[in-house]
């Protein structure tokens, strides 16, 4: 029991070091990722308080955080310097991929909240 | 030094004039093939004229007119008082609108530059336009996975396959003209996600995905093959970065694109068919989180991590997957549709849904129908797996999944051959291209005109390949050789090495060529056979070739015809629901049941009333306020699809819903026959009597063609009906109801039958109409 305490202490602290070691422009995408998902989460409950008419707002609103979260995890894979897949993939491409893709969203989002 | 600089110069132009070319004779190719997918499908446009075939494409037909000439607007919010009569159909929330809008564009966009071409043209006219599409996406399709040869080689069997061109002949304006080109767009627009990577491509597949939605109900397959085909790389292995990108933003953005399509709605989220896309988004997040991690940590600590998470999260998902269960297991169907559900278990439809049971698409086709639909590709298929194979890859892995997943679909219904077609026609075009491909090669190994480096068979080639590698290293000096090798179209030496290796001999490999010539010319005959004769019959005309000579049955639309110029506007007219489509559309009055199908008990009451006797048939169609009667007869002339063939599913349907209409009483030792050996229930009932009133007089036997005896009973009278219109076949025969006399003396007099009293047995259960 306590070497399993140990080592949770011991993976949590090396998994803060590695995590403190990325750069900072991730770490502010990885910033952007958690407050959306918290934004879901908080509708999420909302919906649990006062009931889930009408739908397709809540779904919408729900959707729109999900969608924005996992585009921002897109860019962040996109535009990471240890990923050798997309290493010759300029970041201001990626950037531009990730605003239309946004923007789609969007725009499909303002047509179904109602 | 200027020689080998220019050599290198001459030969890098020599590599782009030799791409230009290609370029050049790819684009030429792709331009006949779109000719050829287009001219194929004209058969049936010279032989009898440009006409909208079938029951499906009236429909769509009659929704495009109504959209050209109402908008937009009116279209999305349209209530049909004409079908359905008196219940209506929210058409703008059960069609689906892919097919209508496309057509609707092309003919407004024409229409504002001046080419007044009516709807009627465009909309027989739109599906071979779209299998021109279709084949070029094929190509692309091919192209990402295999190389453009087997691109172009898919294109050109896409183009012909019958199967295709059974649903996409010119005239057939149903929603598989548009969706199969909508399915492989975005299979394309999925691999190339996969292949690059690029968010871009991420959002054309999901817009792709939206398009595909809007235009067919088979959708669910794409959103089922996708999830099934990234859990398959999760397990094998090949996660990437890319899989992400092409997955989870086509699921969200393709969740609320669905949802916004009025026919799906919030089906997106709620029914099972969607499911599984949650749970394989769910666990391609965990399975990325993971290797995020992975690569955080060492690995010892990442055990560690492991054994914790595990311990944790399998509690957490074993809650979970319970809620879920129960919640799944409360709803009758398990949350499926009847449609899927007869698509995942093959008996479901006889046992509890006899309306889809009883569609001839909806059986499960036999191995002829196998060779029919796409011939030659059946025995190339196979040997397209195995290229796919060599090597693997997640495009190639996508398709053979593909593949093997529509096969089995095609097993269970025959209506979706349409979805088998073009995965056949794609790993046929890669086994025939690499066939091909080897064959060439070792044809132009072999021939002796070039230098000594590519000599006889494939004897000399273990020390060739040292030889060749050394003349790479030393550029400058030997640009001759190096010219020749440019010359030969080689690409880098040890590649070249490797082809040198699975050289054949000279002759077979001409002979193999000659016989794959050979056979995609059978393959080339037997589509243009299957087009011309088998696949292009509008089926509202009929002929038929005689000793005295050619025959063309046009009766359908006389009767149609005859209908909307002799009746009033509203009056109601009652048949069995296969023509309820092309009633409204030609003959526009108001009808009671439709093709859609989607109110049981209804057809169930039509279906009662054709098998009751007369009076109580009269009863049934009064209260649906019904003035004419519709029955397809095909005695007099030998046409087997008509009600009285259709006879038996009426029965079902009806007796399924209501109680005293039992089949037993209509079968004599198991068969349902109307000579003298027919039960007295079935020569009673309101079919067999409009049907045979008269047909005595025709030969003075009343001899039925198609059932090929004389009927049973041959002169009798109808009390509660009169005859109205009978077309020159006796091909359609209209009935009027006759109003209910003034004066009612005392008892009402009519025929002693076994119906009073057969009703009479039924006791407690009463139907509403007495």
């Known amino acids: ?48 308080l006062v009931g889930s008419f009408p739908f397709n707002s809540f779904l919408s609103g729900v ?14 894979i996109q535009v990471n310097k240890d990923n050798k897949e997309f290493k010759d993939l300029p970041p201001e491409r990626a950037f531009a991929d990730f605003v239309l893709c946004n923007l789609v969203l969007h725009l499909v989002i303002m047509n179904f909240l109602g | 030094m200027p020689e080998p600089q220019s050599s290198v110069a001459s030969s890098g132009s020599v590599d782009r004039l030799r791409n230009a070319f290609g370029g050049v004779l790819c684009t030429f190719t792709l331009l006949l093939i779109g000719v050829l997918a287009f001219s194929i499908r004209l058969f049936s446009v010279i032989k009898y004229e440009s006409v909208i075939h079938e029951f499906d494409p009236y429909f769509n037909y009659r929704v495009t007119q109504f959209l050209s000439k109402n908008g937009i607007y009116e279209f999305w ?116 996600t996969l292949n690059t990577g690029s968010l871009f491509y991420a959002t054309l597949n999901a817009l792709s995905y939206f398009y595909m939605v809007c235009s067919w109900g088979g959708y669910t397959f794409i959103i089922n093959l996708i999830p099934m085909h990234v859990l398959l790389c999760i397990v094998t292995g090949r996660y990437s970065s890319r899989l992400y990108i092409a997955y989870a933003p086509l699921i969200v953005l393709g969740t609320l694109l669905a949802a916004l399509v009025p026919v799906v709605g919030f089906n997106a989220v709620m029914t099972s068919e969607h499911f599984a896309s949650f749970l394989v988004f769910i666990i391609l997040h965990v399975v990325a989180l993971v290797y995020y991690i992975k690569g955080l940590l060492t690995p010892r600590l990442f055990k560690v991590a492991m054994t914790f998470v595990i311990t ?48 001839s698409e909806h059986q499960p086709p036999t191995w002829p129908s196998y060779f029919m ?14 290229s796919c194979f060599l090597p693997l890859s997640d495009a190639s892995s996508f398709l053979v999944l593909y593949l093997v997943t529509s096969v089995y679909f095609s097993g269970v219904m025959v209506r ?22 080897v064959l060439t090669r070792s044809m132009k190994f072999q021939r002796p005109t070039l230098d000594d480096v590519s000599s006889t068979a494939g004897d000399g080639s273990s020390d060739t390949p040292t030889n060749s590698e050394m003349v790479s290293k030393e550029k400058p000096s030997k640009k001759n050789r190096k010219k020749d090798r440019d010359s030969e179209g080689s690409s880098p030496v040890d590649h070249r090495t490797e082809e040198k290796l699975l050289v054949l001999p000279c002759g077979p490999s001409a002979v193999g060529i000659m016989l794959l010539i050979i056979l995609s010319g059978f393959y080339v005959v037997h589509c243009v056979w299957a087009a011309a004769e088998a696949y292009s019959a509008p089926s509202i005309v009929l002929t038929s070739r005689s000793h005295d000579g050619f025959h063309v049955f046009d009766d359908f639309r006389e009767a149609y015809g005859w209908l909307r110029h002799n009746t009033d506007v509203d009056d109601k007219v009652a048949s069995w629901w296969d023509y309820g489509y092309q009633t409204t559309a030609m003959a526009n009055k108001t009808v009671i049941v439709d093709n859609n199908t989607w109110n ?67 079968l004599k030792d198991g068969n349902y026959r109307v000579d003298t050996h027919g039960t007295s229930t079935m020569l009673n009932s309101l079919m067999y009597k409009l049907c045979y009133y008269r047909f005595v007089e025709t030969d003075g036997k009343g001899f039925d ?62 139907s509403p109409w007495q």
């Open chain 2, 416 to 437: 979706l051959m349409l979805v088998l077609a073009p995965a056949a026609c794609i790993l046929s075009g890669i086994a025939l291209s690499e066939a091909f491909g």
């Open chain 2, 77 to 192: 919010n349209w209530f049909d008082d004409r079908t359905w009569y008196p219940l209506g159909r929210v058409i703008g929330g059960t069609v689906y609108p892919g097919l209508t809008l496309t057509a609707g564009t092309i003919w407004w966009l024409l229409n504002s530059l001046n080419i007044p071409l009516s709807v009627e043209t465009v909309c027989v006219f739109t599906a071979p336009i779209f299998s021109v599409n279709a084949s070029w996406a094929t190509y692309l399709l091919t192209k990402e996975t295999k190389g453009p040869g087997a691109g172009l080689m898919a294109a050109t069997i896409l183009a012909m396959v019958p199967s295709y061109i059974s649903r996409s002949v010119a005239g057939s304006y149903d929603n598989e003209a548009v969706a199969i080109f909508a399915l492989i767009f975005t299979f394309y627009l999925y691999v190339k």
């Open chain 2, 373 to 386: 639909d796409i011939n030659v590709l059946a025995f190339l298929v196979p040997a397209g797996i195995i």
């Open chain 2, 312 to 359: 944790v999260g399998l509690a957490v998902c074993f809650a979970a997957a319970a809620i879920l269960v129960a919640l799944i297991a409360s709803s009758p169907t398990k949350g499926w549709s009847g449609r899927s559900l007869s698509l995942l278990d093959p008996t479901y439809a006889s046992k509890y849904i006899p309306i889809i049971a009883s569609v």
């Open chain 2, 600 to 666: 049981n008990t209804h057809i169930a009451t039509v279906g009662t009333a054709m098998a009751s006797p007369e009076k109580a048939a009269w009863e049934i169609f009064n209260s649906l306020d019904v003035k004419y009667v519709l029955v397809i007869f095909g005695g007099l002339i030998g046409y087997p699809s008509d009600d009285i063939n259709k006879f038996l599913w009426m029965v079902r349907i009806g007796g399924s819903v209501f109680p005293q209409i039992k089949e037993a009483d209509y």
């Open chain 2, 705 to 766: 063609r198609v059932r090929r005896y004389e009927i049973g009973k041959k002169h009798f009278k109808l009390t509660h009906f009169e005859e109205v219109f009978t077309t020159h076949h006796w091909m359609v025969r209209i009935y009027k109801l006759k109003p209910q006399k003034n004066r009612v003396r005392g008892k009402l007099k009519f025929k002693p039958s076994s119906k009073t009293s057969s009703m009479r047995k039924t006791g407690g259960k009463k």
């Open chain 1, 1 to 48: 029991m306590p070497r399993a305490t140990s080592d949770a202490k011991l993976l949590i602290q090396s998994l803060g070091k590695a995590y403190a070691a990325t750069p900072t422009n991730l770490k502010i995408i990885d910033l952007y990722v958690v407050f959306v998902v918290a934004t879901a989460l908080i509708q999420v409950a909302y919906m649990g």
């Open chain 1, 63 to 76: 959707l729109s955080c999900i969608g924005t979260a996992v585009l921002a995890v897109c860019l962040r």
